[in-house]
């Protein structure tokens, strides 16, 4: 079979679409996927990088990918939950139980998988699972969102905080979000109460009250944040633990999230999808041997939504 591998870490140029790649088998709590679309987060390429190789060393050549969606042609031991032929979505990575999903076949464990939301295709279901459980694992399992809270979510027209801003109106928060000027209808269109150009105004002086803040860009952007929150609130960010110190000045509550992908998240959010409250954000969708192109685009195009691979 054909598969994305890279056998050192570095820039674009590592990354070849290789042949004759071993089709894997299903093993123990697994199950083998013929990939139809896969889709490409920012941690692929910090991975590629070597970003990441202090706490996730690779052993190479590693199949690259996570986030896909397939037709399962084979189970392993121990598996009830899924059968030959089902249409299923979630994260094949080579470090979580998998074995990459930029491929045309990969196996994924279990408890990271879940039938695919029904009324999309195989492509809008690639884009979904890394961004769509990172919102619903920030806004209701930690955050516990609820009607009428007000959350500011940074990076509203990003791949996570697009799908971020639809799960909180899905849950009747009032939404202010912040993007770059091109993005502002964007995200308006999402359904972002407030819409804010960081370029242009200070979020952290026009804001403030709010019950949460859900981050996705970090930096002083995270720092700042504390300002709007009212006492008790709440930051979750994706970039890394925010600051104790600021948290006990302004008496709120920091968590430094690192997504989890499971099986119930991956049901929640297809129900999501379902019901019409959720929509999926692709924004190119490149062929399976223009991988470096995507790559390319995902790290320096600044994309609304996801970069998906057709394969």
């Known amino acids: 079979m054909k598969a994305v591998q890279i056998n050192s870490y570095g820039g674009v140029e590592v990354l070849d679409v290789v042949e004759n790649v071993p089709k894997p ?15 490409i987060n920012p941690f692929d390429w910090k991975l590629r990088a070597g970003l990441a190789k202090d706490y996730l060393p690779l052993e190479f050549p590693v199949t690259m990918g ?14 009830s939950d899924f059968k030959v032929g089902d249409e299923i979505y979630g994260q094949a990575a080579s470090y979580g139980g998998g074995s990459g999903s930029f491929a045309e076949f ?8 879940a039938k695919k939301p029904k009324n999309i295709d195989f492509i809008q279901a690639a884009s979904l699972p890394l961004v769509g459980v990172s919102g619903l ?3 209701e399992f ?4 609820k009607k009428d809270q007000k959350i500011l979510i940074h990076g509203g027209a ?3 905080g697009s799908i971020a801003v639809q799960i ?4 009747g928060a009032y939404v202010a979000t912040t993007v770059s000027g091109d993005d502002l209808e964007y995200a308006r269109a999402l359904g972002a109460d407030e819409v804010i150009d960081y370029h242009k105004e200070d979020f952290s002086k026009k804001i403030s009250g709010f019950d949460a803040v859900f981050d996705t860009v970090g930096g002083e952007t995270l720092d700042k944040s504390f300002l709007v929150l009212k006492k008790g609130g709440m930051i979750v960010s994706m970039m890394g ?4 110190t600021l948290a006990k000045k302004y008496d709120v509550v920091v968590v430094g999230q690192m997504t989890d992908g499971t099986t119930e998240r991956l049901k929640r959010l297809a129900d999501l999808v379902d019901s019409g409250k959720v929509k999926p954000q692709v924004d190119r969708v490149f062929k399976f041997d223009k991988i470096r192109e995507a790559f390319t685009y995902q790290e320096t195009g600044h994309p609304r939504g996801k970069v998906l691979l057709e394969i």
Do not use: M
Request: no cysteine; proline share 2%; glycine share 12%.
């Open 25 to 39: 088998k299903a093993g123990l709590g697994q199950v083998l996927v013929e990939i139809k679309a896969a889709s």
């Open 66 to 79: 996570g986030d896909f969606a397939g037709v399962v042609t084979e189970v392993g031991e121990d598996v």
């Open 106 to 113: 990969a196996t994924a464990a279990v408890d990271k998988i």
């Open 137 to 139: 694992q920030a806004l």
């Open 142 to 145: 930690h955050i516990k969102l």
């Open 158 to 160: 990003g791949g996570i």
């Open 168 to 171: 909180a109106k899905a849950l």
């Open 241 to 244: 633990e925010p600051s104790a």
